[in-house]
């Protein structure tokens, strides 16, 4: 089951679920890449630094999604779509890339049916 995430929210969001997420890229034949990396916040987007296979993928396709793990046992991960650019650095290595977005969800699995407490069903939120 899965909440929307308003855009006014979205980075308020992301501070609470922490500085540390997992990047999906995909390679040049659509194989995905997952990767955990830190960020920072600039401004409204994210500035990450990637390795080699990173940069080789977002280089060749810039759509990526980033995942947040739930906080607790049963809670919601956080997903977030959005745009890598290059991001200007003083090394100049072209490791360091800009993530925007504008939107993201709240995602869980839904109830099984086999769940003892009938009362517990789809709970999405939007924030």
């Known amino acids: 089951?899965?909440?929307p995430v308003a855009a006014k929210d979205i980075l308020t969001t992301i501070k609470e679920y922490g500085s540390s997420t997992y990047l999906?890229?995909?390679t040049a034949d659509n194989h995905p890449h997952v990767a955990n990396l830190t960020f920072v916040i600039d401004k409204n987007d994210l500035i990450v630094t990637v390795g080699k296979r990173g940069t080789k993928n977002l280089e060749n396709c810039p759509k990526v999604t980033l995942l947040w793990p739930p906080k607790e046992l049963g809670g919601y991960s956080l997903i977030i779509d959005g745009i890598a650019s290059k991001h200007e650095n003083i090394d100049g290595s072209g490791s360091v890339w800009k993530i925007s977005f504008d939107s993201g969800i709240l995602h869980r699995p839904a109830q099984s049916p086999a769940d003892d407490d009938p009362s517990c069903g789809s709970d999405c939120?939007?924030?």
């Open 1 to 3: 089951m899965s909440i």
């Open 125 to 127: 939120q939007t924030i």
């Open 24 to 26: 999906v890229s995909a």
